[in-house]
């Protein structure tokens, strides 16, 4: 989990993100390794040390009618890109997909982020221009949910 969580950090710090993280050894082992794991990680490895890692989570396509793999995080330290650990990642994630019969392998990446994005459209991805994104944060959903909070009774 030490290895994650600063995966994690440095990839906020290179994201302009690292005011938002939040997250915890406890709750990265509760949520990959708990009863219920939501996600699944891949560590990428150059000379036996750790150099990058993806994080993902199984979605699903109405339209589809099939499972697929929505990849939270990728990241790769500095001093390793260019090198094939990213390509080699996403190979993994897309053989991960395949072989459980999933149809889609999809992520979101910032806007300003043009050599990601360029790397993205080198192995065939498609952006979603059409599409934005919504969130509810913690906040959000608690006010949302106590709209429709059942009646005591």
Same mark, same amino acid.
């Given at each position: ?46 000379? +036996? ?32 890109? +260019? ?19 999933? +149809? ?50």
């Amino acid at each position: 989990m030490p290895l994650i969580l600063t995966l994690i950090r440095e990839l906020a710090e290179y994201e302009r993100l690292a005011d938002r993280v939040v997250a915890t050894e406890e709750r990265l082992h509760t949520h990959l390794f708990g009863e219920r794991p939501a996600a699944e990680a891949l560590i990428g490895e150059v000379d +036996g040390r750790p150099a990058g890692f993806a994080l993902f989570h199984t979605s699903f396509s109405t339209f589809l009618a099939r499972p697929g793999i929505w990849l939270e995080d990728v990241f790769v330290r500095e001093e390793h890109r +260019g090198a094939g650990l990213g390509r080699a990642l996403l190979a993994e994630l897309a053989r991960i997909a395949l072989e459980r019969g999933y +149809g889609r392998l999809e992520w979101w990446v910032l806007d300003w982020n043009e050599p990601a994005k360029g790397f993205y459209r080198s192995i065939g991805a498609e952006a979603m221009d059409a599409w934005t994104v919504q969130r509810l944060g913690e906040e959000a959903m608690h006010r949302l949910a106590d709209e429709i909070a059942p009646e005591a009774g």
